[in-house]
């Protein structure tokens, strides 16, 4: 893998996609299919974009790696809750590719309340010749009928079509933070601040509820569930994490409520960082299997731990994202920004993992190598086909010209939401209303 440690720049290249500057066109969550032919967007606005990667050509086989919007499609409105009085966001919280079995495509979305299916297809024929209809549509009088037509199929321009199949709803009293489809493909998971539901992918009408860690007296209430997800390849287990920075395996096989949990991964606090801010900064924000399903991956605020499933009592591996951070959590905890929940993925072969950070860079460390570096997407340096140069923060004393200071970063421009490819080298970032796709560097 010839990304990390690369030298004095590294093998990457960049695409833009640019979108106008609302808030509504913030992106709030960025997701491949299984393929990674297809990649998906949701934003603030409850829209979904679909890029779609380019063909390969003989003439211009750099153009591989591009993606160019497939197709665009309201998936939630801006609801109201009357009886609460509370108003439901339309933004998209997460969205969850199900596996392709024949020639559409199916993905799941959600906002704080409800999980949408949706069917992608293409249409490049149209029905002609009906009996009973005119050209226009409009339905023909039967006594004028006089001759028997065979309906035929003509071509047309390729149109793409977007359109939910089920709407999975009324299920959650607390913001969906996350949803996660099962390895067996017919059942899907949803969760909230305190309850897990299981729901199948036919039925929408009722779901399980398969963890609820909802006190008697809320005024008793410790941690809220902060992600979960199911097995990649056991359909029977799953995880969760808390805000408490504790992560709970269970086995769906013990009992129907999975309250009691088969295994419990907690890294106990070293006294000496014990602060004010210690319960904030342990709080997990993101938790992902590996792809092999042997390791779990956690995020919190300032670092990276991989857990391997067999070992509950520390991780395997820590890293620091922006461990420069430390001194500044009291301004950071003023503007809001410490509550920030930043997301963290795998590449294709569980080597080398990827998460963001401020300024808008982002952060790739090498689990074989132990090396790490600090790469930007910003529209600077983000001309197509242009190499990323490492970034490097400055703490204290002289700064190099090449680096950057640690009051220097922008702390409005974040980087949470991050996909790898399933099985090469091509990246994708969300900055706030921007869209960065990296890959390797092509000769």
Not at 16 to 35: L, R
Not at 85 to 100: A, F
Not at 226 to 235: I, R, S
């Amino acid at each position: 893998y010839q990304v990390i440690g690369g030298g004095g720049s590294m093998p990457f290249m960049t695409k833009q996609q640019k979108v106008s500057e609302t808030i509504t066109d913030i992106i709030s969550t960025v997701e491949f299919n299984s393929t990674g032919e297809l990649l998906a967007t949701g934003d603030k606005g409850g829209r979904v974009v679909v890029f779609q990667r380019e063909q390969e050509s003989k003439n211009q086989p750099h153009r591989r790696g591009e993606y160019n919007v497939y197709s665009t499609f309201q998936s939630h409105e801006p609801e109201f809750d009357y009886l609460k009085s509370l108003e439901i966001e339309e933004k998209i919280n997460k969205i969850r590719w199900l596996p392709q079995h024949n020639a559409a495509y199916f993905l799941l979305s959600t906002n704080d309340k409800t999980v949408k299916l949706w069917k992608i297809s293409e249409r490049d024929r149209r029905p002609e010749g009906y009996n009973l209809k005119d050209e226009e549509g409009r339905i023909r009088d039967p006594a004028t009928i006089t001759t028997l037509r065979v309906p035929v199929l003509r071509p047309m321009d390729l149109m793409v079509e977007a359109t939910a199949r089920r709407i999975f709803s009324n299920a959650h009293t607390y913001h969906i933070n996350s949803i996660s489809v099962n390895s067996d493909y017919e059942t899907f998971m949803s969760t909230d601040d305190l309850r897990i539901n299981l729901w199948n992918l036919e039925i929408t009408n009722k779901s399980f509820n398969i963890v609820d860690i909802k006190p008697a007296n809320m005024e008793e209430l410790t941690e809220v569930i902060t992600a979960a997800e199911f097995h990649p390849n056991q359909c029977n287990t799953f995880v969760y994490s808390s805000s408490k920075g504790s992560i709970r395996l269970c086995d769906m096989r013990a009992a129907a409520l999975c309250d009691n949990h088969s295994k419990f991964f907690e890294e106990p606090e070293d006294p000496s960082n014990r602060s004010f801010f210690s319960e904030i900064i342990s709080s997990i924000s993101d938790v992902k299997f590996s792809h092999s399903g042997r390791y779990l991956m956690t995020r919190d605020y300032l670092t990276v731990k991989v857990w391997d499933l067999n070992m509950e009592s520390k991780p395997l591996e820590t890293y620091q994202v922006h461990d420069y951070l430390r001194s500044k959590l009291c301004s950071l905890y003023e503007n809001d920004c410490i509550f920030d929940k930043f997301e963290c993925v795998w590449n294709g072969s569980d080597s080398v993992i990827m998460t963001g950070s401020y300024n808008n860079f982002f952060r790739m460390f090498d689990r074989n190598t132990k090396r790490d570096v600090t790469l930007e997407a910003s529209r600077e340096n983000s001309k197509p086909r242009a190499i990323l140069k490492p970034r490097k923060v400055c703490v204290g004393g002289k700064r190099r010209k090449d680096e950057i200071s640690v009051d220097s970063l922008d702390f409005s421009k974040k980087i949470l939401h991050t996909a790898w490819h399933p099985s090469e080298n091509i990246i994708a970032v969300a900055a706030t209303n921007n869209l960065y796709i990296f890959q390797d560097k092509v000769n």
